[in-house]
């Protein structure tokens, strides 16, 4: 059973940066392909990022690309999300989450109900 704790989240101005962090435990990160989802009040549950476990690398939302990075730190089973030129679109709870396996398709990703495992979620608010 792999549990998620992300940390990092707050409240920022328009055009500020955040980091998000996401403590994996009970698995190894390198197995899974980790993902970052968000949530504002009213609206659905949307991708953010994604990065596979086998190659490093990464898949965006068109909505957050080049300006958001994420990244991963196999020694610390520890995902990163760097968020840059924040907006108040932004605003939302974001979750970290995971899918065991490490070649799943760009379209299979972003869809959330694919992922077995879902951090508690952290509050991320950007003012205006």
């Known amino acids: 059973q792999v549990q998620l704790v992300e940390s990092g989240g707050g409240l920022v101005q328009t055009g500020g940066s955040l980091r998000l962090s996401c403590a994996a435990s009970g698995g190894t990160s390198n197995t899974y392909t980790m993902g970052w989802f968000r949530q504002a009040p009213g609206k659905e549950r949307e991708f953010a990022a994604a990065?596979?476990?086998?190659?490093?690398?990464?898949l965006y939302a068109d909505s957050v690309k080049g300006r958001f990075t994420m990244s991963r730190d196999n020694a610390k089973n520890t995902v990163y999300l760097q968020m840059n030129s924040l907006k108040p679109d932004d605003t939302a709870v974001y979750y970290c989450t995971a899918v065991r396996g490490l070649y799943w398709s760009d379209s299979f990703l972003k869809v959330w109900r694919q992922y077995d495992y879902w951090g508690q979620g952290t509050q991320v608010t950007v003012s205006s």
């Open positions: 990065i596979r476990g086998s190659s490093g690398s990464t």
